[in-house]
């Protein structure tokens, strides 16, 4: 089983910056993928950055340019720096790992509030 907890929302000005942490645990597979998503709402979960076993990221096009995936092996961590806060970014943000042989697992969500 892979667990995932998630730190660092909070309440952050328009502009602001905020970095939001994962820590994984459990049996990882070799191969797999991590992901950023978050759900505003009454609106659907959408992915906003992932990063693979081999580093290559993705972006959503709403956050290119601000936000930046990254991870940190020895702290078994994966990280979300959020820059150049907006209003739209406000949402709860949920950590996800997919392995390559299909194991899922969710964090328990953060919540990044943006206010003006």
């Known amino acids: 089983q892979v667990q995932l907890v998630e730190s660092g929302g909070g309440l952050v000005q328009v502009g602001g910056s905020l970095r939001l942490s994962c820590a994984v645990s459990?049996?990882?597979?070799?191969?797999?993928?991590m992901g950023w998503y978050r759900q505003a709402p009454g609106k659907q979960r959408k992915l906003v950055a992932s990063?693979?076993?081999?580093?290559?990221?993705n972006y959503a096009d709403s956050v290119k340019g601000r936000f930046t995936i990254s991870r940190d092996d020895a702290k078994n961590t994966v990280y979300l720096q959020m820059n150049s806060l907006k209003i739209a970014d406000t949402a709860v943000y949920y950590c996800?790992?997919?392995?390559?042989?299909?194991?899922?697992?969710w964090g328990q969500g953060s919540q990044v509030t943006v206010s003006s």
């Open positions: 996800n790992y997919l392995s390559a042989y299909g194991t899922v697992a």
């Open positions: 459990g049996s990882l597979f070799s191969i797999w993928t």
């Open positions: 990063i693979t076993s081999v580093s290559s990221t």
